[in-house]
């Protein structure tokens, strides 16, 4: 028998639901430079984004309005949009790249420049032949050793410089990483490198020069097409199809009834986002509002309808523009989701205040209008509204016609966002053992989070049905026992979610001085 000693077991049950990223929307838009149809970058900063797909332009609103929410807090995967003469072939996009700048070598003896390697920008557009390289001796003066800078002529801000370079030796094509720093930092460039093996030179130094990009071009208009895409060539709302982290989606510089068509079936295909519509702010009537709302014939949970337009500060020109207010409407929805969560109201006095606006460009806000703003909300339209001085969204609508609460935006967001929060967690016990055990081991998985949402607000109760406390497969209530031996388990989840308030009606009742309050309790 061994020594007496005390022995320690650690069991791990401390797997729960992550966290969903907040504050992310996917929009798409035209820009003067960037990828196209390529969303990979979450773009947290507005001096970040600029690097990339530039600044502010008179020939579209995209920038203005990115610029806009990236300041209030929010997160951006964007999706540059430009035309292609067949939207299901990414090989006829019609925006061209410059010509490639050769860079030789300098010849210490008699010989013409052999090419060393090739600097061509990253992604199509005539502003590429806006930016320069500068190839220079070598910050150390140091023989052999060269810099690269890359600047913008009408952008100061946008520069990259890459000192003190240097070839080793004469690599060839696969071994060459001499310009490994570049080739990691560039926003604006790729590298082509060039065998070396055939060099004349013994050391290849590049040869000084500046020159500009030349060749590239923005291509033919974008087209509805362009921004509504193609499945199959991931172009489009399709372009976001590999990502999963935003709440919404919208269009930010193309007012067009088969885009928002289109936007909308993408959204409920999916049904893990919202797709948010600013209708023009040339409707000024309620009448007007509500039969454009009518003639998109859209009837589904996953689009919020909004209308009335904002009026901002053109941080360009320094005039008022005329929003249309779907950058506001993504602002408090990601302000809403920050600070309080998905599944509350990001409209009315306490979430649906709009910072540094000027106006609205068609109020209803005001007590003469008030059955024209009950008549907008209810075909299911949210408004920014001026009232008591402030510029507020009005309205938790979906743009579901059906009398259910998933009418309600708030409550298609929570089912959103328990199923993004869900997902996750419950795959990590795919191809586990289909039993009671893993039933019960799921179930105090996900409690605690389904707690927090009773405690948060956002549900009454819940119930968790699931037969995770049944005593063997003869008496489940909610699964077949046939299923289960087939791989298949089956919970319901039954939700008593909380709503906002959207009417409060005040009695009042005026009466005599001398009459107590009692009295008047048995009168009314």
């Known amino acids: 028998m061994p020594a007496a000693k005390v022995n320690f077991g650690t069991k791990n049950l ?4 992550p966290s969903t990223v907040k504050g992310v929307n996917f929009v798409e838009g035209r820009t003067i430079r960037g990828p196209v149809n390529d969303p990979s970058i979450i773009f947290n900063s507005w001096p970040n984004f600029v690097k990339v797909h530039g600044g502010l332009t008179n020939d579209t609103d995209t920038p203005r309005l990115v610029k806009r929410i990236l300041e209030n807090g929010g997160s951006i995967r964007f999706n540059r949009v430009a035309h292609y003469t067949d939207i299901t072939d990414p090989e006829t996009l019609t925006a061209i790249k410059p010509d490639a700048i050769v860079i030789e070598d300098a010849p210490t003896g008699l010989g013409a ?3 060393l390697f090739s600097l061509v920008p990253k992604y199509p557009g005539a502003d590429y032949n806006n930016v320069k390289v500068a190839v220079e001796n070598g910050s150390n003066n140091q023989p052999g050793f060269f810099n690269i800078i890359i600047s913008h002529d009408t952008d100061p801000t946008l520069r990259e410089e890459y ?3 240097f070839i080793n030796g004469k690599p060839t094509l696969g071994h060459s990483t001499y310009l490994k720093s570049l080739v990691e930092g560039s926003k604006l460039v790729d590298v082509i490198y060039n065998d070396l093996t055939l060099l004349t030179d013994e050391v290849a130094v590049p040869i000084e020069k500046v020159v500009n990009f030349t060749g590239g071009a923005d ?4 087209v509805a097409t362009d921004y509504i895409g193609d499945s199959n060539s991931r172009t489009g709302f399709y372009a976001f199809d590999d990502y999963d982290e935003a709440m919404q989606l919208g269009v930010l510089d193309f007012d067009d009834d088969t885009i928002h068509v289109a936007g909308a079936a993408y959204a409920d295909n999916r049904k893990d986002l919202i797709y948010q519509i600013s209708l023009s702010n040339n409707l000024s009537t309620a009448d007007a509002i509500i039969t454009k709302r009518e003639l998109l014939n859209i009837d589904t949970q996953f689009v919020e309808f909004v209308a009335g337009g904002v009026k901002i500060l053109d941080q360009l020109t320094g005039q008022i523009l005329n929003s249309s207010g779907l950058a506001d409407l993504m602002i408090l929805s990601n302000k809403t989701s920050q600070n309080y969560g998905e599944y509350y109201s990001h409209a009315g006095n306490t979430r649906g205040l709009v910072n540094n606006a000027l106006g609205v460009v068609n109020n209803f806000g005001s007590p003469a209008t008030s059955k024209d703003l009950d008549n907008i909300i ?14 507020k969204l009005w309205g938790n609508r979906s743009a579901s016609y059906t009398n259910d609460q998933e009418r309600f935006t708030s409550i298609v967001r929570l089912i959103i966002f328990i199923k993004k929060s869900l997902r996750p967690t419950l795959e990590d016990f795919l191809e586990e053992p289909n039993d009671i055990p893993t039933w019960k081991r799921m179930y105090f998985t996900v409690k605690p989070f389904m707690d927090s949402l009773v405690t948060q607000r956002a549900l009454y109760s819940y119930e968790w049905q699931g037969d995770q406390f049944a005593k063997g497969l003869d008496n489940l209530t909610i699964n077949d026992a046939t299923d289960v031996t087939n791989g298949k388990y089956v919970v319901r989840i039954v939700l008593k979610a909380i709503g906002s308030i959207q009417e409060i009606n005040v009695d009042m009742v005026l009466t005599p001085g ?3 309050f009692e009295i008047v309790n048995e009168l009314i």
Do not use: H, K, W, Y
Not at 14 to 17: G, I, K, L, S
Not at 219 to 222: E, F, H, L, M, N
């Open 113 to 115: 420049n052999e090419p």
């Open 219 to 222: 291509g033919d208009p974008v």
């Open 14 to 17: 401390t797997q729960t639901v």
């Open 514 to 516: 001398g009459i107590s």
């Open 378 to 391: 209810d075909a299911g339209i949210n408004m920014f509204i001026n009232r008591d001085g402030q510029i």
């Open 163 to 165: 000192r003190n370079l």
